[in-house]
T-cell receptor
Framework: DQQVKQNSPSLSVQEGRISILNCDYT??????FLWYKKYPAEGPTFLIS?????DKNEDGRFTVFLNKSAKHLSLHIVPSQPGDSAVYFC???????????FGRGTSLIVHP | DAGVIQSPRHEVTEMGQEVTLRCKPI?????LFWYRQTMMRGLELLIY????????DSGMPEDRFSAKMPNASFSTLKIQPSEPRDSAVYFC?????????????FGSGTRLTVV
């Protein structure tokens, strides 16, 4: 049973436009959320995180929004660049464990 | 630091053979994790160690899987006997502290194909 769900396996966006990657979770005890980015033939790398005491965290072109009541978070990339093409994993921590639970990932393709 | 180093990068083996995947964590990191990535299940945690001691192996799919960490700089994940459904990318990650909040450092992974 997936506690962290990324329901879109893939997303295609034009360069310069906004990319929105979505993530839903079921465990209300999760209180910290992370996004990882993975290029082909490489391991995932940490991108951005957010604590449940916040509803937004911004780092350059990347912004993560958290809606606790809906158990939903999203990653916005503005503007999208071809180098952003990668698989993005959502992860959540909480419920007495410090080990993240990962989603299945969303493959983002940014077209020039 | 060279980061988390995994070997081999690719492994193709026949069903029934033993497979050993290797990992060298970042020096000074006291947590080590083994993950498996598949299309169906995404990134699954198999097992993790703290100070070379296995803490949680509940993610290990079957008794055919075993993992060891004989010292702070080396860990192995062994599959014996291997089966085609074990085909996946296996990642090792390490962290300082229990660390989910601080992000893990992942290796580049081992792509395992069992034919």
């Amino acid at each position: 049973d997936q506690q962290v769900k990324q329901n879109s396996p893939s997303l295609s966006v034009q360069e310069g436009r906004i990319s929105i990657l979505n993530c839903d979770y079921t465990n209300s005890m999760f209180d910290y959320f992370l996004w990882y980015k993975k290029y082909p033939a490489e391991g995932p790398t940490f991108l951005i995180s957010i604590s449940s005491i916040k509803d937004k965290n911004e780092d350059g072109r990347f912004t993560v929004f958290l809606n606790k009541s809906a158990k939903h978070l999203s990653l916005h990339i503005v503007p999208s660049q071809p180098g952003d093409s990668a698989v993005y994993f959502c992860a959540a921590i909480g419920g007495g464990s410090y080990i993240p639970t990962f989603g299945r990932g969303t493959s983002l393709i940014v077209h020039p | 630091d060279a980061g988390v180093i995994q070997s081999p990068r690719h492994e193709v083996t026949e069903m029934g053979q033993e497979v050993t995947l290797r990992c060298k964590p970042i020096s000074g990191h006291d947590y080590l994790f083994w993950y498996r990535q598949t299309m169906m299940r995404g990134l699954e945690l198999l097992i993790y160690f703290n100070n070379n001691v296995p803490i949680d192996d509940s993610g290990m799919p079957e008794d055919r899987f075993s993992a060891k960490m004989p010292n702070a700089s080396f860990s192995t994940l062994k599959i014996q006997p291997s089966e085609p459904r074990d085909s996946a990318v296996y990642f090792c990650a390490s962290s300082l502290r229990q660390g989910g909040h601080y992000g893990y450092t992942f290796g580049s992974g081992t792509r395992l194909t069992v034919v």
